[in-house]
């Protein structure tokens, strides 16, 4: 089993930065492939960013490209979201997912384990 925590979340004014992270723990860290999705309800879950095993590819979706930046530090067991010039559009739900298989995927489907969630509200 595979357990994760999200912290970072909270109110924030557009154009602002926040930073959430993702701690991991029951499996070796550098084993697991990790990625941030959102979902801001009525909408479905949607994938913001994903990181391979070493930290040395990522992959982002175009909605977040060049703003946010996810990074990892296995000797922590702990992977990082920094979102940067926020927006409004930005408010939901952030989830920190794993998946156990090599390879990196964009779809909650390739996700095997999930966090709780922390609250992301980007006022106008």
């Known amino acids: 089993q595979v357990q994760l925590v999200e912290s970072g979340g909270g109110l924030v004014q557009a154009g602002v930065s926040l930073r959430l992270s993702c701690a991991a723990s029951?499996?070796?860290?550098?084993?697991?492939?990790i990625a941030w999705f959102r979902q801001a309800p009525p909408k479905e879950r949607e994938f913001v960013a994903t990181i391979s095993r070493s930290g040395n590819s990522t992959y982002y979706a175009d909605s977040v490209k060049g703003r946010f930046t996810i990074a990892r530090d296995n000797a922590k067991n702990t992977v990082y979201l920094q979102m940067n010039s926020l927006k409004p559009e930005d408010t939901a739900v952030y989830y920190c997912?794993?998946?156990?298989?090599?390879?990196?995927?964009?779809?909650?489907?390739?996700?095997?384990?999930w966090g709780q969630g922390t609250q992301v509200t980007v006022s106008s």
């Open positions: 029951g499996r070796t860290f550098s084993s697991l492939t």
């Open positions: 997912a794993a998946r156990i298989p090599y390879g990196m995927g964009a779809r909650p489907n390739d996700y095997d384990y």
